[in-house]
């Protein structure tokens, strides 16, 4: 996927482009309204749409919930659910994982939860 730009002219990464994406499949958004900002209902769809396409559960701090009601805060939060799961760009290979918040595993150990 290449890189695309939000109505208000931001340069996205791959991770900011699926969040895009995601928006706009579910019909929150048509691509050229997608703007920097989420509102509270675009983040809760947004969270649930993730953790469902690419099997991760998001329970996030309220720092990363914060960093997530922007399309770019969004994407870095996803993008490091999605490293620490082991799941690469294209797709949902690797390990089930939660994110925790806190950097480890779910179990505390630093390592992600087997496939449930």
């Known amino acids: 996927m290449s890189e ?12 900011a482009a699926q969040v895009v994406s995601i928006l706009t499949d579910v019909g929150l958004r048509t691509p050229d309204t997608v703007g920097e900002r989420l509102d509270s209902m675009e983040l809760a769809r947004l969270v649930y749409e993730v953790e469902h396409r690419f099997a991760l559960r998001l329970d996030l701090t309220d720092e990363q919930l914060e960093q997530m009601s922007t399309v ?3 994407a870095e ?7 620490e799961a082991g ?9 089930r994982a939660v994110m925790d918040g806190s950097g480890a595993g779910a179990d505390g ?4 939860a087997a496939a449930r």
């Open 4 to 15: 695309r730009s939000t109505a208000t002219g931001h340069d996205l990464s791959v991770e």
């Open 72 to 74: 770019s805060g969004a």
């Open 77 to 83: 939060v996803i993008r490091l659910a999605r490293a």
């Open 87 to 95: 799941l690469d760009q294209a797709g949902t290979d690797g390990p």
């Open 109 to 112: 150990t630093g390592k992600e």
